[in-house]
């Protein structure tokens, strides 16, 4: 038998209590809930009130740790607004889709004249071929039996709710904790969301339980020791992930569980330590918390298929062989060097600027810097050009030039992604970022003051 999918897309902007009650009531007829928050949508400009990614968060955060739901974010990652007919393309080789709408979409379907007629794309085909779940919405629309889709099934779970309920609530300044799960309630609170100013990228933040997920350096005594004497405070769902070890210990953590969308407080047992706090250190003080943007990173080789990866600090090609290598780089579409002719480029962000782009003659940047370094290895054309700081928006593309002949590797955060390639493109993810939290008085910034100024 055929997989049964419940396909659910909708702006979430936010994700309420609303959204999740349905998804948890789906789960008892459906073997998989496929949850798909859309981009910017030409019908509805809200989308782009708030940055994606934290529509991204709120979303993980809403739906997590419920049976046979899986959160996908390409949409919001490629800033696309995937139709429903595209979506239905997209997943049905995983199974039977059935499309989840509200009451709202099927009015005056008896006329055709119903959202799905007269907004879709091939609104009509769907309607009388494709398979829908309809919700009912308590909002005063007489709806008849002829309204209905002829393959659809009416349900009514007793829930009412809609986003932009909330929305205006948040900006009125009234109670909302009523009407999102907790978590995205103080995530609303952090960021200062949907209050009519800008949202802040850099705020206070404690932990009234600590409740942490340890990752600690294996390999490193001292952090085997902190670790095992670091106490469980108490039981319930992670609230932290607590990394001791070095930026390497960092990186690895933050690979693994940046999807977690909780706060990743370090303890530097290693040698630099940018990303960590020093001892001693304790939990339950309050910290400084900045959400930091991860590099969504594509390279192209020998197999023509693009191959994407996420980068906190940096990503970079070099040469693999005697030859130099030879770049054409372009930024948002416009080539800026013909021809690089070196050992090799790095883009960092500014978080990453104190690791590899420093190393390579590169300036670091304050955490908060809305902006990339890009840095030359080695350069010797064009003359005198070593790097560049970039708009945080920048979109950057490298071409290998004579690739054959003239081979390169690629590397995100010292990950490697295959010799012989031709191609890698670097911009800031819209679905991907981490909380990093410090001690007020040993934050980044003194971090980076004592790089700048070392001690006698």
């Known amino acids: 038998?055929?997989?049964?999918?419940?396909?659910?897309?909708?702006?979430?902007?936010?994700?309420?209590?609303?959204?999740?009650?349905?998804?948890?009531?789906?789960?008892?007829?459906?073997?998989?809930?496929?949850?798909?928050?859309?981009?910017?949508?030409?019908?509805?400009?809200?989308?782009?009130?708030?940055?994606?990614?934290?529509?991204?968060?709120?979303?993980?955060?809403?739906?997590?740790?419920?049976?046979?739901?899986?959160?996908?974010?390409?949409?919001?990652?490629?800033g696309t607004f995937t139709r429903t007919h595209e979506l239905e393309h997209m997943f049905t080789s995983e199974g039977e889709i059935h499309h989840i709408i509200g009451t709202d979409l099927i009015s005056g379907g008896a006329d055709k004249q119903s959202l799905i007629h007269r907004a879709w794309q091939h609104g009509e085909f769907l309607w009388n071929n494709s398979n829908f779940v309809v919700v009912w919405r308590d909002d005063g629309t007489p709806i008849n039996e002829a309204s209905y889709p002829p393959h659809s099934k009416l349900v009514n779970f007793g829930i009412n709710g809609q986003s932009s309920e909330i929305r205006e609530k948040i900006f009125c300044r009234e109670p909302f904790e009523d009407y999102v799960v907790e978590e995205v309630q103080k995530y609303i609170e952090r960021y200062n969301l949907y209050r009519g100013v800008y949202p802040t990228k850099t705020t206070l933040w404690k932990m009234?339980?600590?409740?942490?997920?340890?990752?600690?350096?294996?390999?490193?005594?001292?952090?085997?020791?902190?670790?095992?004497?670091?106490?469980?405070?108490?039981?319930?769902?992670?609230?932290?992930?607590?990394?001791?070890g070095g930026d390497g210990t960092m990186l690895r953590a933050i690979r693994k569980y940046w999807r977690l969308r909780v706060p990743f407080i370090g303890i530097n047992?290693?040698?630099?330590?940018?990303?960590?706090?020093?001892?001693?250190?304790?939990?339950?003080?309050?910290?400084?918390v900045h959400q930091l943007p991860l590099l969504f990173v594509e390279t192209k080789g020998k197999d023509p298929e693009w191959k994407s990866a996420l980068a906190?600090?940096?990503?970079?090609?070099?040469?693999?062989?005697?030859?130099?290598?030879?770049?054409?780089?372009?930024?948002?579409?416009?080539v800026k060097?013909?021809?690089?002719?070196?050992?090799?480029?790095?883009?960092?962000?500014?978080?990453?600027?104190?690791?590899?782009a420093r190393a390579m003659g590169a300036s670091p940047l304050l955490i908060d810097t809305q902006g990339l370094n890009l840095v030359g290895s080695n350069v010797s054309e064009p003359p005198q050009w070593k790097s560049a700081q970039l708009s945080v928006d920048?979109?950057?593309?490298?071409?290998?030039?004579?690739?054959?002949?003239?081979?390169?590797?690629?590397?995100?955060?010292?990950v490697g992604q295959g010799d012989l390639l031709t191609h890698m493109r670097?911009?800031?993810?819209?679905?991907?970022?981490?909380?990093?939290?410090?001690?007020?008085?040993?934050?980044m910034s003194e971090k980076l003051s004592e790089i700048q100024f070392p001690k006698k």
């Open 426 to 443: 670097i911009r800031l993810s819209r679905i991907a970022a981490v909380e990093l939290a410090f001690l007020p008085e040993r934050d």
């Open 1 to 78: 038998m055929k997989k049964k999918i419940a396909l659910f897309g909708g702006s979430f902007n936010p994700p309420g209590i609303h959204h999740r009650k349905i998804v948890e009531n789906l789960i008892t007829d459906f073997d998989e809930v496929i949850i798909v928050p859309c981009g910017p949508r030409p019908d509805k400009l809200t989308t782009n009130d708030i940055e994606p990614i934290h529509r991204a968060v709120m979303c993980d955060m809403t739906f997590r740790n419920l049976p046979k739901v899986r959160v996908e974010l390409f949409d919001l990652e490629n």
């Open 269 to 288: 047992t290693g040698h630099r330590g940018f990303l960590l706090n020093d001892l001693p250190i304790s939990l339950t003080k309050t910290f400084n």
């Open 312 to 334: 906190f600090n940096d990503a970079w090609i070099e040469r693999s062989s005697g030859q130099s290598a030879w770049i054409k780089v372009s930024v948002n579409g416009e």
């Open 337 to 356: 060097i013909e021809k690089l002719v070196g050992d090799g480029i790095l883009v960092s962000t500014a978080a990453g600027s104190t690791a590899y």
């Open 394 to 414: 920048s979109r950057l593309d490298f071409e290998v030039l004579e690739s054959h002949w003239r081979q390169v590797k690629g590397f995100v955060d010292g």
């Open 208 to 244: 009234d339980t600590p409740r942490p997920l340890k990752v600690w350096d294996e390999n490193n005594p001292q952090a085997v020791q902190i670790a095992s004497e670091i106490p469980i405070y108490d039981k319930g769902p992670t609230n932290c992930v607590l990394v001791i």
